[in-house]
């Protein structure tokens, strides 16, 4: 079965830092990648997505990511971050080919941003 | 204004109590899917839907049942709730599942069993 792992839990950064975090999944064939992010109290809204194409991708806000197919990983990037980044990120993944019909979520990470 | 609702917001309940969550959507999405959120779990696919009459199990489909009888409505039936069900629950909708399509998620219900 497909799995999709973030390693960093928790992440706390000062407004201004770069930031980057880390998405790995498990399915060698074609896999679809996003990013979604669920600021305090609300919830989850699409970020970027890649389906095919250009591996970087850039989304809303200012956030990129970059599909690196021997990696296995998808990491969201962002060069300055501000306070209203705030929020849980989460990386989902679809593989087509294995279970046409799901999105397979990681655990999450949490980011904290400091003035 | 385009959304995908829930109700309630906030539920408490007893084990055993049967209960149900609405979710609605007016985007005429044919996708709609149940998740729950967990802290450290992330979110976990309860049951979807690809349309009217057609539903399947996702990764954590025991407990629960659902229906879609009609297009823009997926309620989650909890028969018989337990303590292990307390959670955030997410319903999502989608024209369709591809990837190009964006998932539209609801505002969420917390529930929590007792």
């Known amino acids: 079965a497909q799995s999709v792992s973030q390693h960093n839990h928790h992440v706390i950064l000062s407004e201004a830092a770069s930031l980057e975090l880390g998405c790995n999944y498990s399915?060698?064939?074609?896999?679809?990648l996003f990013w979604y992010v669920q600021y305090p109290g609300q919830h989850l809204q699409l970020l970027l997505k890649?389906?095919?194409?250009?591996?970087l991708v850039k989304g809303i806000k200012g956030f990129e990511a970059e599909f690196i197919k021997s990696k296995f990983s998808f990491n969201l990037r962002k060069p300055s971050v501000q306070w209203s980044d705030t929020a849980e990120y989460f990386c989902?993944?679809?593989?087509?080919?294995?279970?046409?019909?799901?999105?397979?979520f990681g655990t999450g990470t949490r980011l904290q941003v400091f003035p | 204004e385009a959304q995908v609702t829930q109700n309630p917001r906030y539920l408490i309940t007893v084990t055993g109590k049967k209960l149900t969550v609405t979710c609605s959507q007016n985007?005429?999405?044919?996708?709609m899917s149940w998740y729950r959120q967990d802290p450290g779990l992330g979110l976990r696919q309860i049951y979807y839907?690809?349309?009217?009459?057609?539903?399947d199990k996702g990764d954590v489909p025991e407990g629960y049942k659902v229906s879609r009888k009609e297009k823009r409505n997926f309620p989650l039936i909890l028969e018989s709730p337990s303590p292990n069900q307390t959670s955030l629950y997410f319903c999502?909708?989608?024209?369709?599942?591809?990837?190009?399509?964006?998932?539209?998620f609801g505002p969420g219900t917390r529930l929590l069993v007792l």
């Open positions: 839907s690809m349309n009217v009459e057609v539903t």
């Open positions: 985007m005429n999405h044919e996708y």
């Open positions: 999502a909708s989608s024209l369709a599942f591809l990837p190009q399509e964006t998932q539209y």
């Open positions: 399915y060698g064939g074609t896999v679809n």
């Open positions: 890649y389906f095919s194409g250009d591996p």
């Open positions: 989902a993944v679809n593989a087509p080919l294995l279970n046409t019909d799901k999105l397979i």
